[in-house]
């Protein structure tokens, strides 16, 4: 089975500019979570959308928001973008609940100039 | 917020040795994961260990999980200079979370 893919690998966005990073989940799985990782804050949850629904949201400003489309594919969007919001942006699906093991994907570096 | 903090932050070994990361965590869990990201990349999941086991073994791991003392720690016996990463411990809380939280991570440098 083909692994979680995340596209794009690298972004370089300004202040401002909004983003979009798109994740594709293991075949078959219908779970997919969104983390944000940064040096100083570690591994923090953004969401989780499940059959299409965000199922779960961390505690993270309406800037970052998400979606899931029928084939469980997801996408998240930050607007808006502060210089705080570069980070490593890692997706990761799950057969079924969100918090069963995690499959993650290799990651969207994002940067914000 | 993290729940989970492993100790220590770093760790420099030789091969060979053995390497224990502990990680203690703060209110009930359900479970408590393991996980290894290799220098920027994503995570890969080592083991899980549900609130009702005590140890649990996968080839060159050994996790234990004390919940009175709400602590696990990870064993990687005979390290290898692939072993070089970091490694995160993940609780789903009770209470219906639904959510893992990851603790901060710890380095483990294994010298050739």
């Known amino acids: 089975k083909a692994g979680v893919t995340q596209t794009p690998r690298y972004l370089i966005k300004t202040r401002g500019q909004q983003v979009t990073l798109s994740c594709s989940p293991i075949?078959?799985?219908?779970?997919v979570s969104w983390y944000q990782q940064t040096p100083g804050q570690g591994l923090q949850f953004l969401f989780e959308?499940?059959?299409?629904?965000?199922?779960n949201k961390g505690n993270f400003p309406g800037r970052f928001s998400g979606r899931q489309f029928s084939n469980s594919r997801s996408e998240m969007n930050v607007s808006t973008l502060e210089l705080g919001d570069s980070a490593l942006y890692l997706c990761?699906?799950?057969?079924?609940?969100?918090?069963?093991?995690?499959?993650f994907g290799p990651g969207t570096r994002l940067t914000v100039l | 917020s993290q729940q989970g903090e492993e100790d220590p932050q770093a760790l420099s070994i030789q091969e060979g040795e053995n390497a224990t990361m502990n990680c203690s965590y703060k209110?009930?869990?359900?479970?408590l994961q393991w996980y290894r990201q290799n220098s920027g990349r994503g995570l890969v999941h080592l083991i899980l260990?549900?609130?009702?086991?005590r140890e649990k073994h996968s080839g060159r791991l050994r996790v234990t999980l004390d919940t009175s003392k709400k602590s696990s720690s990870l064993l990687i016996t005979a390290s290898r200079a692939a072993d070089t990463a970091s490694y995160f411990c993940a609780t789903e809380g009770q209470g219906g979370s639904e959510k893992l939280v990851f603790g901060k991570g710890m380095k483990l440098t294994v010298n050739p």
């Open positions: 959308y499940f059959s299409e629904t965000q199922r």
């Open positions: 260990i549900r609130s009702n086991e």
């Open positions: 209110t009930s869990i359900n479970n």
């Open positions: 990761a699906s799950t057969y079924d609940r969100g918090t069963d093991t995690q499959y």
């Open positions: 075949s078959g799985h219908r779970s």
